[in-house]
């Protein structure tokens, strides 16, 4: 079988028509992972997989079935989402072992519609990262370049749909951690708008700017996977009252599905691009990689080729180092208090004689957590301290404001803003992870799209010496639909 | 402990109160809140276990009921409720941080009325109004079970079937004055609460106490962990004692915080360096701002009449001693009870059956009239009073039934057939006279010479010789006749 360039709609129409065995093309991804020298997972699902794509051969033809919108469909989970009966470590020591008792409601969903659970992918430890280095798993390697970063967190998920371990995969956002890693490695990922998709079992870093978001090879397959992970889900309060305060219909995607449960793409592209307005902020752009700058212009040339009007504008306002350094304090103030709660008392490391409490549990954070996390603790716990909160928490959660405003008048004007995802190409293992500072200053172009809550996804434009080059389209709140329209003219222009 | 002591001038007491909410589900999570007869760990989820990825959700009927409860309290109650994080570690906390409320509490500026034991406490008036500064909502923590006691046991255990169970919490401003002020503070919380319908205070933990105490405009300390109602009174004055003895010894009163230790009915300092927090609250990111204001009206129209209005009414619709009024309206359950039984019989005769005999054997057992009444109904209570009032029982017959009803259940008219309890008629009554004259020759004499103590030891003998089924007064004519 072959396995590169296959999507995840061609794995549920093959499926159906009796022309790909779930079997087949299971065994064989595990055969690629097996061989593989990425270190893209950190626990595989291997027997339950094989039993459940057993499980979709058989039953292919069942009505019920023929509607699974990812009918036998290989995924990779970051390991920030919890899986029942599967081994969830945030890429944490501290966690080893650790086997959630629950699903998080994206699994749920995507169990739901059949699709088939790979493994669980490397990441930054506890999603704090830019390179999937911080891992206790060891790092993710770039597959264009086995010497270079895959980016992250996501690392793992990016790499696997790279090397094609997986079809689909899922990543988490918290400044830029879906984008980056799907810039690095060539593939798509989107970060959703703030509350478009529950965070239920995402184990959280920094609660007020996560989300849970589709990564795959292509823009189809990345609209099919929102699809499925969007549904409303009770047990996120931030996620209802977002939805419910959205004055417009929201939708996903233009997919349609057919009476014979056949997906319809219902895009006229010269339609979709005639007249829209792309905006280029110049302060993302002004300052990456010359490489880079071209090929994102020459990928908005070409919308404005098709008849998009595009304008060079100024977000002047937005101050990229106040928006860097606003980022930094709210996640780590919020992961400070996230991960208090892991004291090794209830589930994952335990390190050999229980002394008391306090000892026992100092120990085992002590030996659990990463020098990067233990970082972000100190400095979260420092800027909530008292007589600090106002000085540093209150102040970044008003840099934020400004953020948001800054977007809203950007986009009275545009439909979208495009800019580079990364300010550069994927670059050394170990050539930036020993100088924290200017690790955080990659996140510049990723981190307003966190802070402002409105989505964006990265599509790959060009390559630069061999390495994928990412193009980032940023949306209005809740219009994933628009942005990823675009995504899919610009994937057909390019060919 | 000499009970002046407690009693001087410049005691300031201010409390904070943290009632368990008898909602259906916890706080934030599904899980039933009905633990207390349950296995450890048996009422738990992903939610209140703390495990990472689960999210709260508000229960909107705890907030109702604690819109209920400030209403009750007389407090203004706030437009907007935010919860915020209060981070510490503590092992019976899942999540290394309690859910709790800080700045928009659901209400601000209450007041409860408190009736000061008779005479007044430090010539305090009778009428002493306690302020309430603030009601707000917050999760419980889940309990630590020591093998043996807290100093003995080698480990402990963590239950946490209680954790997210929801609290109201009640701090007042320090205008209590004494321990038994405090006793009868908490006795009227308690009663409100309970006329509410949303607090149990039978339940084991359902209110624990955290008081702050000065002497003399000293500083401070306060104590925690009076886990038992009980021992609030205690906690105090040990506590009173101990700062009046710094201050007589020239010492000075430090701010701090101090345990209560319940065996030893002390309070222990609690190191500084290990228990001083710096909490770092947060608004909880994983929850929206509620807005409160739109449910006021319609949960303002949910408040029956409260304790102290119901005491008034009693009094003057009933003609009833005060003294009866207040522990008749104590508990919501007996005052329904009252209210049932004097419908269908004599008033005053009800008042003194249900507050001093059934509320004293209620007492005696331990047992809250809403146990009692699955086995005594107004009915059965109505239709003894009837036998009692026609002479077919006699009080001492009337109590047998009670008690009777009480422990074994069963009916008055069976009851009274069983026990062979009704009044005996004057035949057997002269019987017994007759014979007890005879046996007791000695107290026949010393009565005729004039020692009238002789008389009842007389009616005593004969009283048990019919096993109470006389009527006493009936009783000491025949022997006056007889002799
Ligand atoms: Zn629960």
């Known amino acids: ?495 | 402990m000499k009970s002046e002591s407690t009693n001087t001038n410049g005691v300031k007491i201010g409390l904070e109160c943290h009632a368990q909410l008898i909602t259906k589900s916890k706080l934030f999570c599904p899980c039933s809140t009905d633990y207390h007869n349950s296995e450890p760990n048996t009422h738990v989820c992903a939610t209140c276990l703390g495990l990472p990825g689960a999210l709260p959700v508000v229960n909107e009927r705890a907030i109702r009921y604690g819109i209920k409860v400030a209403l009750a309290l007389n407090c203004e109650v706030q437009p907007q409720i935010i919860f915020y994080r209060k981070n510490y570690y503590y092992p019976d906390l899942p999540r290394g941080f309690q859910i709790t409320q800080y700045d928009f509490p659901i209400a601000l500026n209450g007041l409860v009325q408190i009736e000061s034991a008779s005479g007044g406490d430090g010539g305090r008036e009778r009428g002493i109004r306690i302020r309430i500064r603030r009601v707000h909502m917050e999760e419980d923590p889940g309990r630590l079970v020591y093998k043996g006691t807290i100093d003995t046991a080698k480990y402990s255990l963590v239950d946490y079937n209680r954790s997210g169970i929801p609290l109201v919490e009640i701090v007042t401003e320090p205008d209590l004055r004494s321990p038994k002020e405090v006793r009868i503070f908490l006795g009227e919380l308690r009663s409100i609460l309970g006329y509410l319908s949303v607090f149990d205070g039978d339940l084991e933990g359902a209110m624990r106490v955290d008081a702050n105490i000065s002497v003399g405009g000293g500083e401070r300390a306060e104590v925690k962990n009076i886990s038992s109602y009980k021992d609030v009174e205690r906690a105090l004055s040990f506590e009173i004692t101990r700062q009046k003895n710094l201050v007589r010894r020239g010492l000075k009163v430090t701010l701090e915080t101090r345990h209560y230790d319940e065996v030893r009915g002390i309070t222990l300092s609690m190191r500084t360096k290990e228990f001083e927090h710096d909490y770092r609250y947060f608004p909880e990111p994983d929850l929206v701002p509620i807005r409160i204001s739109d449910m006021v009206s319609e949960i303002k129209g949910e408040i029956p009449e409260l304790p102290d209005e119901k005491k008034r009414r009693f009094v003057s619709q009933y003609s009833i001693a005060r003294e009866h009024a207040n522990t008749l309206t104590y508990d919501i359950n007996i005052a329904d009870f009252y209210e049932e039984v004097a419908s269908k019989m004599d008033a005053g005769l009800s008042a003194v059956w249900v507050a001093d005999v059934l509320k004293g054997e209620l007492n005696y057992r331990g047992i809250s009239m809403r146990e009692a009444s699955k086995r005594v109904s107004a009915d059965d209570f109505v239709a003894m009073l009837r036998y009692f009032k026609k002479g077919v029982i006699t009080e001492r017959g009337a109590t047998e039934i009670i008690r009777e009803m009480l422990d074994h259940g069963g009916k008055p008219d069976e009851i009274i057939k069983r026990k062979g309890l009704a009044s005996i008629g004057s035949a057997e009554i002269e019987k017994a006279v007759l014979e007890v004259i005879k046996e007791n020759e000695n107290a026949v004499e010393d009565y005729r010479t004039g020692k009238k103590e002789a008389l009842h030891f007389l009616v005593g003998q004969v009283m048990r010789k019919t096993r109470g089924r006389a009527n006493p007064k009936d009783v000491s004519k025949w022997i006056e006749e007889k002799i």
């Open chain 1, 1 to 495: 079988m072959k396995l590169d360039n296959l999507t995840a709609i061609d794995v549920v129409e093959g499926i159906k028509s009796g022309n790909i065995s779930c079997e087949e093309l299971v065994c064989e991804i595990y055969e690629r992972i097996e061989r593989s020298k990425l270190n893209c997972f950190i626990t595989l699902n291997k027997a339950n997989a094989l039993e459940k794509a057993i499980e979709v051969d058989r039953r292919k033809n069942e009505e019920d079935y023929r509607r699974k919108k990812l009918l036998g469909v290989p995924i990779a989970i970051k390991d920030s989402i919890s899986t029942r009966g599967l081994q969830t470590t945030c890429a944490s020591k501290i966690l080893e072992g650790y086997i959630p008792p629950y699903d998080a409601a994206v699994i749920e969903a995507l169990k739901c519609e059949g699709a088939i659970i790979i493994g669980k992918t490397n990441m930054d430890e506890f999603c704090m990262g830019t390179t999937t280095e911080t891992s206790f798993y060891g790092p993710t390697r770039n597959p264009h370049d086995l010497s270079r970063v895959p980016g992250g967190s996501s690392g793992g998920s990016a790499a696997a749909i790279s090397a094609c371990e997986t079809v689909l995969a899922l990543g988490s956002d918290t400044g830029g951690s879906i984008r980056c890693p799907a810039s690095f490695c060539g593939v798509v990922g989107l970060k959703p708008t703030y509350g478009f998709v529950s965070r239920y079992g995402l184990i959280a870093y920094a609660n007020s700017l996560e989300q849970i978001g589709p990564m795959a090879s292509n823009v189809t397959d990345t609209a099919l996977l929102l699809e499925v992970i969007s549904a409303k889900d009770e047990r996120d309060s931030m996620e209802v009252k977002i939805k419910n305060n959205a004055a417009m219909n929201y939708c996903a995607s233009s997919l349609k599905w057919d009476e014979d449960a056949n997906i319809d793409i219902d895009i006229d592209i010269d339609k979709e691009v005639k007249g829209m307005k792309i905006g280029v902020p110049k302060e993302f752009i002004e300052g990456v990689s010359p490489a880079v700058k071209k090929s994102v212009w020459n990928a908005v040339h070409k919308f404005e080729d098709s008849g998009a009007i595009v304008e060079e504008i100024s977000m002047r306002g937005l101050n990229l180092k106040y928006a860097l350094a606003s980022y930094y304090i709210i996640a780590i103030s919020e992961a400070s208090s996230n991960l208090a709660r892991f004291d090794g008392l209830r589930y994952g490391l335990r390190l050999g004689k229980d002394e008391n409490w306090h000892t026992t549990f100092s120990k085992i954070r002590g030996e659990g957590f990463g020098e990067e996390v233990k970082r972000r603790i100190i400095l979260g716990t420092y800027a909530l301290s008292a007589g600090y909160y106002g000085k540093y928490y209150l102040k970044a959660l008003k840099v934020r404001t400004l953020i948001k405003n800054e977007f809203e008048d950007a986009f009275k004007k545009q439909d979208m803003l495009a800019m580079p995802t990364m300010p550069f190409v994927a670059f050394e293992l170990g050539e930036r992870i020993k100088d924290p500072l200017s690790l955080y200053l990659a996140d510049v172009n990723t981190v307003p799209i966190n802070l402002a809550g409105v989505p964006s996804i990265s599509i790959p434009c060009g390559f630069s010496n061999g390495l994928p080059i990412g193009l980032q389209l940023v949306g209005k709140h809740f219009e994933e639909n628009e942005i990823l329209k675009a995504g899919f003219v610009f994937e057909t222009l390019s060919g």
